[in-house]
């Protein structure tokens, strides 16, 4: 017989895991290399944009401290079932499953109190325990930096499409997400773009841009980091009132400035998703 053949065997523990992957055609990782840049906003908006688009979608709140997806989507009162096929996750119109720290938390005023084995046993308990069914594309959504909670992500999750890093303009913010660059090229997981957040205010009497953060440096950074650039998003107070109000900007106002430009970014995910 000409050539060989590799056969690799997996292990018991990883069947069940595996089982649940393969019925999720992309995975996208977003993330960012320190806090308040708007990652779960973005993250948000991405997934409810994929879903009005006709995408079965899944989103991974994967920040065990501070669970924000559910206070976006309106979940905030949701307790979770299970079967035999493993637990539900939280449901949201069109086509949006979610799962969260939060649906399990007693009371959402208890801090978490874990160390690294727990959270990254409870991670692995919300991709192979839940009943996802399946996706077209599943977001994850996780804490900033580069600990334990994204680490265990790019572990278990190894054929993800990609990362998806949130920063703003302000030098310290891209000082942090250059950290989440190379966090992504030691593990071996391919970066989709750097999103350049808060990117100006836009007036909305005058409709003029005033640069609060400044403006370009998530571009620049990309430039000097070779990979690719997503778009910016603009500052518009109604992203504040629409992720309180459980309802994300993309659905709530497409034609505003922020959301024509998230649309734009999903675009682009798109194309290189699709690709892959």
């Given amino acids: 017989m000409e050539g060989d053949i590799n056969v690799v065997t997996a292990k018991p523990e990883d069947v069940k895991l595996m089982k649940k992957l393969s019925k999720i055609k992309h995975t996208i990782i977003v993330m960012s290399g320190k806090g308040g840049v708007g990652k779960s906003?973005?993250?948000?908006?991405?997934?409810?944009?994929?879903?009005?688009?006709?995408?079965?979608?899944?989103?991974?709140?994967?920040?065990?401290?501070?669970?924000?997806?559910?206070?976006?989507?309106k979940l905030e009162d949701v307790r979770l079932e299970a079967d035999k096929n493993g637990i539900y996750p939280a449901e949201v119109p069109p086509r949006i499953k979610v799962m969260s720290m939060a649906f399990l938390s007693q009371d959402k005023d208890t801090p978490?109190?874990?160390?690294?084995?727990?959270?990254?046993?409870?991670?692995?308990?919300?991709?192979?325990?839940?009943?996802?069914?399946?996706?077209?594309?599943?977001?994850?959504?996780?804490?900033?930096?580069?600990?334990?909670?994204?680490?265990?992500?790019?572990?278990l999750i190894?054929?993800?499409?990609?990362?998806?890093?949130?920063?703003?303009?302000?030098?310290?913010?891209?000082?942090d997400s250059r950290k989440s660059v190379s966090f992504s090229n030691a593990l071996e997981l391919p970066i989709l773009g750097i999103v350049e957040n808060m990117a100006g205010f836009v007036c909305p009497?005058?409709?003029?841009?005033?640069?609060?953060?400044?403006i370009g440096?998530?571009?620049?950074?990309?430039?000097?980091?070779?990979?690719?650039?997503?778009?910016?998003?603009?500052?518009?107070?109604?992203v504040v009132n629409?992720?309180?109000?459980?309802?994300?900007?993309?659905?709530?106002?497409?034609?505003?400035?922020?959301?024509?430009?998230?649309?734009?970014?999903?675009d682009k995910i798109l194309a290189k998703t699709e690709k892959h």
């Fill in 112 to 155: 978490i109190v874990w160390r690294g084995p727990m959270k990254m046993g409870a991670l692995r308990q919300f991709i192979e325990d839940v009943y996802w069914g399946d996706l077209d594309y599943l977001i994850v959504d996780l804490p900033p930096g580069t600990g334990d909670e994204p680490l265990t992500i790019a572990q």
């Fill in 158 to 175: 190894t054929n993800a499409d990609g990362s998806v890093i949130v920063t703003t303009p302000q030098d310290v913010a891209l000082l």
């Fill in 242 to 266: 629409a992720g309180d109000d459980g309802l994300p900007l993309i659905a709530a106002d497409g034609s505003s400035p922020a959301s024509e430009a998230l649309e734009g970014i999903i």
């Fill in 205 to 214: 009497h005058c409709k003029e841009t005033v640069n609060l953060f400044k």
């Fill in 217 to 238: 440096g998530g571009e620049k950074a990309a430039d000097e980091l070779g990979v690719p650039f997503l778009g910016r998003v603009p500052i518009d107070p109604n």
């Fill in 41 to 73: 906003t973005v993250s948000v908006n991405i997934a409810v944009g994929l879903a009005l688009r006709g995408y079965e979608v899944g989103i991974l709140d994967a920040d065990i401290h501070g669970p924000n997806v559910p206070k976006m989507l």
